[in-house]
């Protein structure tokens, strides 16, 4: 029988099961942020065992309140500088270089094909997009990866998710994930991986592959994963042409990180996405999903392009181009958070800043921002944001607001309108 | 070892998320105890009363899913120093189910009709629940009257129960 991508993976890097389907691995990257590492940095502290296994392989970032806003999130960023400069951590992005986890330690090199990764944040599952296992782990998993450069994992069955036909222009990435979800539930891939193939995956740029992985938690799913190419080769290219004599040399040594053809799945979904139209939430459940269609008319307060799902400059692009030369609805307030500093002077130089800011949007610095509550763009009671993030749930941005969560080309062009509306640039509209 | 026993609260609804157990405005917080007050703060359910339904509670009751969503280990946390280390569900999200047994909790996982059963007995009435960790079951006790069931968990997890944690585990281990 053969074995799945995550079998393989997990086969290469296990270092003991001390117990029956309890498997110790060893950890090629430590990602950190600010809010899950500082409980870990006391602790280790605390307990006499402020070390690190191996600073290389330690990346951090403060992302989620940046530059901090108040004594308490200048308390957090300070542990993780401190701690940074303590143990020699030279990938530590700060104030000024920093940017969204999820989008800045890829857009860094810093993941490749095969390996095993963690990081106290649920979608650390993002990172499968290269073809690694990449998964969310509490403080406590990630003090132990920061001491010992190990975590445990019961072992994960996999789901294949393949995706045929030809997506429509105005639907993307961010709406098939919608649609899975609302296929799969909240829980159907709790403790398994999904792995997303099929001809639209193999036709999706790094970026878009990385919305379906990163949504993959949504589903329960401990990692979502993509098998290397010729796409994940190139993006890496920059940071791994000292390793390899040609890219296809790269892709050969990272196509074997991809399940065997008679590996053993839990299941098999096929869909044919050819017709799917763009999609987004309603209620509190990332599973609530129906067609744009279906929600057109719903008002709006406040709409929110970013995040480590769509900040990236593809979205960037695709809501520019809805928003160019027109100008948001005065009964809202737009933000746009490019994930990254790279991504944000790329949009400078691209004169994508300009059309955010000429349609009425406030651009802000790289950050989580307005995905969670807990910095900028928090909601009110009652208000309404239509948003590129990933979880609508009950107060996520704000007590008693609620999130509707689409495209970046839904988002915008429902800023034009002020009310939930497919963006022109979809081409069978069937709204208003 | 910590405490396993105590009053139970019932949480009647299926994927009750982390957000909702401790909400992300409260993650500036660098210490356990300072997320006291605000365990599951924005859950809405109806007959759950966050100012009163806490009080004394050594044990939750819910049904599928519970701990979805955000991987903080402030919702496990939040559970602690409120003094409830035990969940008791259908099923759990995997990082929150960790994360609990992580920090040396029970997440015990029963069969739908077992928590079907214990709601339609015991909800509404005042309940104890113990876990007795060497016998592997738990004994409920409620107007005057006492039942057993019992309950599986996998070895590692009752060795970080025993433990006290997985820090502590690795550090001798690995
Ligand atoms: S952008 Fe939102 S979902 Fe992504 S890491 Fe930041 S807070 Fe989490």
């Not at chain 1, 799902?309 to 307030?333: H, M, P």
């Not at chain 1, 607001?401 to 640039?425: E, F, Q, R, W």
């Not at chain 2, 009751?61 to 939040?78: D, I, K, L, Q, Y």
């Not at chain 2, 047994?101 to 005042?126: D, T």
Request: aromatic share 8%; glycine share 8%; charged share 25%.
């Amino acid at each position: 029988m053969g074995k799945t991508l995550a079998e393989k993976i997990f086969d290469a890097h296990r270092v003991e099961m001390p117990f029956p389907d309890t498997h110790v691995l060893k950890l090629d990257r430590v990602f950190c942020h600010e809010i899950t590492t500082p409980i870990a940095i006391t602790d280790l502290m605390a307990r006499g065992m402020d070390r690190v296994f191996d600073p290389t392989k330690i990346k951090a970032v403060i992302d989620h309140v940046t530059p901090a806003k108040d004594s308490k999130t200048a308390e957090q960023g300070k542990i993780m500088r401190d701690w940074a400069k303590r143990h020699n951590i030279k990938d530590f992005f700060d104030v000024g270089k920093n940017g969204v986890c999820h989008a800045i330690f890829p857009e860094k090199g810093f993941v490749r094909p095969g390996y095993t990764i963690i990081m106290g944040d649920s979608h650390t599952c993002t990172h499968g997009a290269f073809g690694a296992f990449a998964a969310g782990v509490g403080t406590t998993d990630l003090e132990v990866g920061i001491l010992k450069g190990v975590c445990a994992f019961h072992f994960p069955k996999t789901i294949k998710v393949v995706l045929d036909g030809k997506l429509k222009p105005g639907v993307y990435a961010k709406d098939v994930i919608l649609f899975i979800i609302k296929e799969l539930t909240v829980n159907g891939a709790t403790n398994m991986v999904i792995e997303f193939a099929g001809p639209v995956v193999d036709e999706m740029s790094m970026e878009s592959r990385m919305t379906l992985c990163n949504m993959a938690i949504e589903a329960g799913g401990t990692s979502g994963v993509c098998y290397p190419d010729m796409t994940t080769v190139n993006y890496l290219w920059d940071y791994i042409k000292g390793e390899f004599e040609s890219k296809e040399a790269a892709l050969l040594e990272y196509s074997k990180w991809k399940s065997d053809d008679d590996a053993e799945y839990e299941n098999v979904y096929k869909y044919d996405v050819t017709k799917l139209e763009p999609m987004v939430t309603f209620g509190y459940k990332p599973d609530q999903v129906k067609s744009v269609t279906e929600m057109t008319g719903t008002t709006v307060d406040q709409i929110y392009i970013g995040s480590c799902t769509n900040g990236r400059i593809e979205d960037l692009r695709e809501a520019a181009k809805v928003l160019k030369g027109k100008t948001i609805s005065e009964n809202v307030r737009g933000i746009v958070s490019p994930a990254t500093p790279a991504i944000y002077s790329k949009a400078l130089k691209e004169g994508i800043i300009e059309i955010f800011q000429d349609a009425g949007f406030c651009v802000t610095n790289p950050t989580c921002g307005a995905c969670l509550g807990m910095s900028n763009g928090v909601l009110a009671d009652g208000e309404i944001c239509a948003s590129t993030t990933n979880r609508n749930f009950n107060g996520r941005m704000g007590k008693g607001g609620t999130v509707h969560l689409m495209s970046p080309a839904t988002a915008a062009a429902t800023a034009i309108k002020g009310k939930i509306i497919n963006s022109d640039l979809f081409e069978n509209q069937t709204g208003e | 070892m910590k405490s396993f026993s105590g009053k139970v609260l019932f949480l009647d609804r299926n994927d009750i998320n982390t957000d909702e157990i401790i909400p992300a405005r409260y993650l500036t917080e660098i210490t356990k105890e300072a997320l006291k007050p605000y365990l599951l703060e924005d859950l809405t359910l109806p007959a759950f009363d966050v100012e009163k339904d806490l009080e004394e509670k050594a044990i939750v009751v819910t049904r599928e899913n519970f701990g979805c969503g955000s991987s903080r280990e402030h919702a496990p946390w939040a559970l602690e120093v409120n003094g409830i280390n035990v969940v008791i569900a259908e099923s759990f999200a995997r990082i929150f189910r960790q994360n609990m047994y992580n920090c040396g909790m029970f997440a015990i996982e029963m069969p739908k009709e077992v928590i079907n059963h214990l709601f339609s007995v015991y909800a509404g009435v005042e309940t104890i629940i113990s876990v007795d960790v060497n016998k592997d079951v738990l004994i409920i006790e409620a107007d005057g009257k006492s039942e057993i069931i019992e309950f599986t968990v996998g070895e590692f997890d009752k060795t970080l129960v025993r433990e006290g944690g997985w820090v502590g585990y690795a550090d001798k281990n690995y």
